[in-house]
């Protein structure tokens, strides 16, 4: 099993001096701080975590590559299509997904690290066309449907706020009176916490931390997975 010694001191500082002074020419003068205590501890997590996630999930994707595709995610901003125009995020996220293909398109565990905390996630931030198509299959589906209301229960239980409804009014097409018209109002599905102090995230511990944060999250997952192998969404 991988072990961790947690995150530098540096982690958040240099994110805490991003925020400060978010600009190319700051990034480009502290890059090799950027590299050495960001991005290669960032990488090292990623590798531990995800060998610890493959006990809640074996197909989970752990994928080192730095180039925007794999569980490390950029540190540039894409301002394109954005009013903020600030060039880099002052947060550093990581994520491990269960299925081929696009992390964003399929149910994953997440994780960002910010100048103050830490906070992780399950579930899915977003359902494409054919992925809402899929879940509302499933909503209407009396076994899964049944399945997300239990888990649903669960994780509200163990503390934590299941998120995801969008909708105010029954989607088109679908009956108002449904039975189950709260949960068809949904466009993603995940839950998750922000309350990792930088005490932990400093200490090997922080493995165990997320570990039990995930464990009673991973229903959440396994749930997306199974609607995705019964009615597609990818």
């Given at each position: 099993m991988s072990d961790f010694p947690g995150f530098p001191l540096q982690t958040q500082q240099f994110l805490r001096e991003l925020r400060a002074n978010n600009t190319r020419d700051f990034f480009a003068a502290n890059r090799p701080r950027y590299e050495e205590f960001v991005k290669a501890p960032a990488l090292q997590w990623v590798a531990a975590m995800g060998e610890r996630l493959k006990e809640l999930d074996p197909d989970i994707v752990i994928d080192l590559r730095t180039?925007?595709?794999?569980?490390?995610?950029?540190a540039a901003r894409d301002t394109r299509f954005s009013k903020d125009k600030l060039p880099y995020k002052v947060n550093v996220a990581m994520m491990w997904w269960h299925g081929s293909g696009k992390k964003m398109q399929h149910p994953g565990f997440g994780m960002q690290i910010t100048p103050d905390d830490a906070g992780l996630m399950v579930g899915m931030f977003h359902f494409a066309k054919p992925m809402?198509?899929?879940?509302?299959?499933?909503?209407?589906?009396?076994?899964?449907?049944?399945?997300?209301?239990?888990?649903?229960s669960a994780i509200r239980a163990a503390g934590y706020n299941l998120s995801g409804k969008h909708f105010k009014t029954a989607p088109r097409g679908f009956d108002k009176e449904h039975p189950r018209i709260e949960w068809l109002k949904y466009n993603n599905l995940h839950a998750g916490?922000?309350?990792?102090?930088?005490?932990?995230?400093?200490?090997?511990?922080?493995?165990?931390?997320?570990?039990?944060?995930?464990?009673?999250?991973?229903?959440i997952l396994h749930w997306l997975a199974r609607v995705q192998a019964r009615y597609g969404g990818v």
């Open positions: 180039n925007g595709s794999g569980s490390l995610m950029r809402l198509a899929a879940y509302r299959q499933a909503v209407l589906d009396e076994e899964l449907s049944r399945e997300l209301i239990e888990l649903a916490t922000h309350d990792i102090p930088p005490s932990v995230i400093i200490r090997s511990a922080l493995l165990d931390v997320c570990y039990d944060h995930f464990a009673k999250l991973a229903p």
